[in-house]
């Protein structure tokens, strides 16, 4: 169960070799987490990244989980929530995929929109559900400033998490109430661990997203932006009339 810092004991992540999400079980580890469990495709790096916790002291273990079948995930993720409470969801998989080409391939399009929206409103829906018999737990799901308006440079990925971000915020606006608090999270462009220094304004780490989940979850937050500055020039960007919009350099 989770303390009034509002951090968990227990963690489930949905995308198990996810630079951010493995930065934020890190994160938790280190302040209270001790049973985490890493939902994603089998694979050497599913089990290296385990290993790297279990490093850490956590009680790690692995799930077979495949976003794009939504069949399985009521069977799957029902084993997981069957073992013990689960305090925290964190969903964490997604493709950016390769704008370019996905539009001169409509399937591999497809393939974006249903890693990132579908797969998660059926995960989404699955964990909302076990949260809510346990009566209490958070889920917090990844979406992206790239979901706040639909750029040319990458559209397909952007409307994907637009479908995602609003799916997310309906979900908490129904589990009001009911002890199940849903928390989105809105990163900017996220630079991987091995990358060298920031080329571009408003880019992120994925220790700085875990550092902000972690101080959403003891706020309760509902909705976090990182860095936080992109609140406000996302507004501005909403704002901005569409014929200028499709002419800035973004």
Request: some cysteine; proline content about 5%.
């Amino acid at each position: 169960m989770k303390d009034t810092d509002g951090l968990p004991q227990s963690l489930l992540v949905l995308g198990g070799t996810s630079e951010i999400a493995l930065a934020t079980a890190r994160r938790l580890i280190a302040r209270r987490t001790r049973t985490v469990w890493l939902a994603g495709r089998p694979s050497p790096a599913l089990e290296q990244a385990a290993e790297d916790l279990r490093a850490l002291g956590a009680d790690v273990r692995t799930a077979a989980f495949d976003a794009l079948d939504p069949e399985s995930h009521e069977t799957v993720l029902g084993k997981v929530f069957a073992e013990g409470g689960i305090d925290m969801v964190l969903l964490a998989f997604g493709m950016l995929g390769d704008q370019a080409h996905d539009e001169r391939e409509p399937v591999s399009a497809v393939r974006v929109a249903q890693t990132n929206y579908t797969g998660a409103v059926s995960a989404g829906l699955v964990c909302a559900r076990a949260l809510q018999a346990q009566g209490h737990g958070s889920l917090v799901v990844l979406s992206s400033v790239a979901g706040e308006r639909a750029r040319r440079a990458d559209f397909i990925y952007g409307s994907s998490k637009a479908g995602l971000d609003a799916f997310a915020q309906g979900l908490g606006d129904a589990l009001y109430g009911t002890g199940v608090h849903v928390m989105v999270v809105r990163p900017g462009a996220v630079r991987p661990r091995t990358a060298g220094p920031a080329q571009a304004p408003f880019t992120t780490t994925p220790e700085a997203v875990a550092t902000a989940i972690e101080l959403g979850l003891r706020r309760r937050s509902e909705t976090v932006w990182v860095p936080g500055a992109l609140r406000l020039l996302m507004s501005a960007l909403r704002h901005t009339p569409r014929a200028v919009f499709r002419r800035l350099p973004i």
